[in-house]
């Protein structure tokens, strides 16, 4: 079974405006950590915004805020006004416990993003 | 603060050659992954080592792939025969601590071409 999901192999966003790029997880864990990496056409990747599943809160970081429902698993970025410097790749991630101790952290297949002038 | 270094950058071999990468993690990172990312694809871990042992190679090939981090710093990934599947960017990361909530880090990746 997939562990993260990204469904939206591609979004297209006008500049200026917000985009939910959607993630959602499996886990019978009760303590995991979910990630957003950003990966432009360069290759590296760059941590954008985390969330810890007892995270009380939605996690933001500047333009990037995390859209978090424990319930169903989900946990969407959401980027508001789009720049076009934010087209790329999007990966979500996930962190949970391993039984050999320590944390194993798992990618989603990514969302390509294409920022439109 | 100096990035995760790797090397090389790129590296073109045809297939049953054999193939090594390097990675200097940084400086106190305690835990060093390795993970292969196939075209289109999101990255796949390929091992974990904290400080010098294995914490996860359960997706390792281990018939053509090895890995060792000698004194819990440097390390390096060798595929002994390449095969045209392995074409791919091998990433290397590492994170500080065995907190749950640290972001790894990323070098640039080296791109593995198979012919």
């Known amino acids: 079974a997939q562990k993260i999901t990204q469904t939206q192999p591609g979004m297209f966003v006008q500049e200026k405006e917000a985009v939910t790029l959607d993630c959602t997880y499996d886990?019978?864990?009760?303590?995991?950590?979910l990630f957003w990496y950003k990966q432009p056409s360069s290759g590296e990747m760059i941590f954008l915004i985390y969330q810890g599943s007892y995270d009380e809160q939605n996690a933001t970081e500047g333009r990037y805020s995390l859209n978090f429902q424990k319930a169903r698993k989900s946990a969407n970025l959401v980027i508001s006004a789009s720049q076009l410097g934010d087209s790329a790749m999007y990966f979500c991630a996930m962190r949970e416990g391993i039984p050999t101790g320590g944390f194993k952290t798992i990618f989603g297949a990514g969302t390509r993003l294409f920022v439109k002038a | 603060e100096a990035g995760v270094a790797q090397s090389p950058r790129y590296k073109i071999i045809e297939k049953r050659q054999s193939v090594a990468f390097w990675c200097n993690p940084i400086s106190g990172h305690a835990t060093l992954y390795w993970y292969q990312q196939i075209l289109g694809q999101g990255p796949k871990l390929l091992i974990q080592f904290q400080n010098n042992g294995v914490v996860d190679d359960s997706q390792l090939p281990k018939d053509r792939f090895s890995a060792e981090r000698l004194k819990g710093v440097d390390s390096t990934l060798k595929i002994q025969p390449a095969k045209l599947e392995d074409s791919a960017v091998y990433l290397c990361?590492?994170?500080?601590?065995?907190?749950?909530?640290?972001?790894?880090?990323f070098g640039p990746g080296t791109r593995l071409t198979v012919t």
């Open positions: 990361a590492s994170r500080t601590g065995v907190a749950s909530r640290s972001e790894q880090y």
């Open positions: 886990t019978s864990d009760q303590s995991y950590g």
